[in-house]
């Protein structure tokens, strides 16, 4: 990783093109727009149908940040590859709950990066760019949205501490 005050130079001599965040709650986004010169181009946060930081978006669109989404799977969490309703909306186009996912990600803004160590999968993930989901079906996933983590809370100083020292343990 390079240091803070090294990546700041490097991005005014343009050897660094865009910095990115990533796990950064909107106080800490605007802790960082108010005491520093570089905006972040992106900020990479759990984002997925049970998550589906809405208020967050907007709140990151208007101040120019980039949202990525990771986990746009949950990771398989909640049933999410059978659930009902996606893959009702899924049959309507003839296409999978991972797609659905991943073109409702696209249609709002979000930029997803899914994981899979399968080829096929991979291709899967990659075919969303033939079909577009309705306004209605738009809707409709919202009602999966709970507005908490399915994993951990980020504000939660015990897994800050956690995952600070798992840091630097590596
Ligand atoms: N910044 C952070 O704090 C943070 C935290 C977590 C993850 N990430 C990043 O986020 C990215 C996403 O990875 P993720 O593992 O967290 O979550 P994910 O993409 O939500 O889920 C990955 C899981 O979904 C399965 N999968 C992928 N495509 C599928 C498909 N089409 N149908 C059915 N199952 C499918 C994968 O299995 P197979 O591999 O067996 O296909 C794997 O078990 C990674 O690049 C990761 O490094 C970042």
């Known amino acids: ?10 991005y005014w001599e343009g050897k660094i093109k865009a910095i990115g965040v990533s796990n950064f709650h909107p106080d800490r986004v605007m802790d ?6 570089i905006v972040p181009a992106v900020n990479q946060i759990e984002t997925h149908p049970f998550l589906q930081q809405i208020e967050t978006q907007k709140f ?30 899924g049959n309507k ?11 409702w990600l696209t249609q709002r803004g979000v930029i997803a990066i899914p994981k899979s160590v399968r080829k ?3 291709e899967e993930n990659i075919n969303i760019f033939d079909f577009e989901l ?9 009602a999966l949205d ?4 399915s994993f951990f809370d980020h504000r939660d100083p015990a897994m800050v501490k956690w995952l600070g020292e798992r840091k630097l343990a590596i």
Request: proline share 3%; glycine share 6%.
């Open 60 to 89: 990151l669109e208007e101040n120019k940040v980039q949202i990525e989404s990771w986990g746009p799977f949950a990771e398989g969490k909640n049933n999410i590859f059978q659930n009902e309703l996606l893959l009702s909306i």
């Open 120 to 122: 096929e999968r991979m």
């Open 32 to 37: 960082l727009i108010v005491h520093h010169e």
């Open 146 to 149: 709970t507005k908490m983590s």
């Open 93 to 103: 186009y003839h296409k999978s709950i991972a797609q659905v996912i991943l073109r």
């Open 134 to 142: 309705s306004g209605e079906d738009m809707e409709v996933i919202k």
């Open 1 to 10: 990783m390079v240091p803070g005050e090294a990546c700041r130079n490097f």
